[in-house]
């Protein structure tokens, strides 16, 4: 079994494809294994933000102060909407757990004003769900 933090950053990978190549997320999930065994939680992840990402979207948006979805970077675009998953559809992911684990991967895989940003935006998104 893969680790969690392994199959978010292949997860993201995968969601990063799929956006960029409009790949099926069977294909990005194998391309983003690289020969790898797949793991649950990570079809889980792109699986459940390929079939939710109209809602997703709409939540990310209503959460960005004067950007819109076509202005992010793709990395932080797919980063979003992977925490995003978590924090609407993943009851057993904490929500602290789900925007600690996008800051890790933004700073990785971005740099420390993309987590900045990131961790503004999924704050807002963690405190309008919560308060449903």
Known sequence: M?????????ALQALFQMDMN??????????????????????KLVNGTATHLAEIDAMISQHLENWTLDRLA????????LAAYEL??????????AI??????????????????????????KDSIESK
């Open 2 to 10: 893969m680790k969690r933090r392994t199959a978010r950053e292949k």
């Open 22 to 43: 409009e790949a099926s997320p069977e294909d990005a999930i194998r391309n983003a294994l690289d020969g790898q065994e797949s793991d649950d939680y990570l079809e």
């Open 74 to 81: 793709k990395v932080e675009l797919n980063i979003l909407r």
């Open 88 to 97: 609407m559809y993943a009851e057993d992911v904490p929500a602290n757990v």
């Open 100 to 125: 600690n684990e996008a800051l890790e991967i933004a700073k990785r895989f971005a740099d420390e004003k993309s987590a900045k940003f990131i961790n503004g935006v999924l704050n807002q998104m």
